[in-house]
């Protein structure tokens, strides 16, 4: 009898523990940033990992291989903390090849239509590895970079760069590239990208995270509610590349401009939608000025959990994790089916290099890329 009641005793005590572990600190937390070991890649070096934490107990996980976000945990309006982006438990994870998750992309984010451009009367020739096209920066892009890092002196993030050098996946001068990542106290995650050249080239530098609000990557992200401030974007042909044109979203399932479930017109028969096997497209954001602004703000009913991007970039493609399909194991095991996880990759506009009425992309030397974008976590009663 008196082992029973000590067996549910015991069992009692291990829910509470978890649980307590799950929700928010009852004390602040310590803000900082730590370094570990992350393993090595084979001819490249050893991987670090930073976390960083904040006085509300939020905690994002980025290493130096890719610049990636490895997790970031936040909670929900019941105080549980959950990672809330897709990724991979080790390093061998991030090595076997995956579409990009939590990796900054360089040196051009998105597609290059032909995988060329001319640039002061000069042809250059990129690869083409999607399709036709040209995607995320090429073979061996800057997600496939160990980066160099160190802490920021103020102890709330850390910095990496990486230099690409003239004539990395066939684009010119070399470029100097700095990405910081800082965790403040009002549960902003700011991305910060710098970047100089010694010859002009394109730059468009993203963040390529994946999320899923509800913690729970075995559902899909349909019904995530999403207001993107966009009256235009920029339709595209079937592989992807923006023909040109400003379309106003006005009457089409590509009006995020009031809070709208993502899977609500998702399935509708508009071309668009087929191109890109749902949404993957990207928005001229109404934003204007030199200051970050509002892009685009997700929630998840069921949990609260919000994310709000703020950023100083033209654009923001959205996408809907259309290509994931179920083949790629991620943390813990759990298998990325399609829809698992979304991107809201603030850049400028696809295939720019190539399309004289899109705001440009070219750096020249002796100025400065400078962009920024903020993720705001929050929860709604
Ligand atoms: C692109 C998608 C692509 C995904 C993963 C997104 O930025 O727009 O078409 O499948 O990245 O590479």
């Not at 910095?159 to 066939?170: I, L, Q, V, Y």
Request: hydrophobic share 35%.
């Amino acid at each position: 009898m008196l082992r029973r009641y000590a067996v549910v005793l015991c069992v009692f005590a291990l829910c509470l523990a978890a649980e307590v572990g799950a929700r928010r600190p009852l004390l602040p937390q310590k803000s900082g940033v730590s370094k570990s070991s992350f393993g090595s890649v084979p001819d490249a070096g050893d991987v670090d990992m930073f976390t960083l934490t904040n006085a509300n107990g939020v905690e994002i996980r980025a290493i130096t291989y890719g610049a990636i976000i490895t997790s970031i945990r936040v909670p929900d309006r019941s105080g549980r903390f959950a990672d809330v982006v897709l990724g991979f438990d080790n390093l061998e994870g991030y090595l076997k090849g995956h579409p990009y998750f939590g990796t900054v992309v360089g040196r051009y984010g998105n597609r290059i239509g032909g995988g060329h451009f001319t640039l002061n009367g000069q042809a250059f020739k990129l690869a083409q590895n999607n399709g036709p096209n040209h995607l995320h920066g090429g073979v061996k892009g800057f997600d496939k970079y160990v980066w160099k890092a160190e802490p920021l002196q103020n102890g709330l993030g850390v910095a990496f760069s990486r230099t690409s050098p003239d004539g990395e996946e066939g684009y010119p001068g070399n470029l100097a590239a700095h990405v910081t990542y800082t965790l403040t106290d009002k549960n902003e995650l700011v991305v910060d990208y710098h970047a100089t050249t010694d010859k002009a080239t394109p730059v468009n530098l993203t963040q390529h995270s994946y999320f899923n609000l509800s913690g729970d990557p075995s559902t899909t992200i349909l019904g995530h509610e999403l207001r993107i401030d966009a009256d235009r974007y920029t339709p595209v042909d079937a592989t992807l590349i923006p023909t040109g044109e400003l379309v106003p979203v006005q009457g089409t399932p590509f009006d995020f401009r009031k809070p709208t479930t993502i899977g609500a017109r998702i399935e509708q028969p508009h071309e668009q939608l087929k191109f890109g096997r749902g949404y993957d497209h990207n928005w001229v954001l109404n934003r204007k000025g030199s200051q970050p602004a509002f892009a685009a703000r997700v929630l998840e009913p069921k949990t609260g959990r919000t994310v709000e991007v703020a950023t100083t970039e033209p654009g923001v493609q959205f996408y809907t994790g259309n290509f994931l399909d179920g083949t790629i194991k991620g943390k813990g095991g759990q298998v990325y089916n399609q829809r698992a996880g979304l991107c809201l990759e603030t850049q400028h506009f696809p295939d720019s290099p190539n399309k004289p009425n899109f705001p440009s992309t070219v750096l020249q030397p002796g100025k400065e890329y400078t962009t920024r974008t903020v993720f705001t976590f929050g929860v709604a009663r």
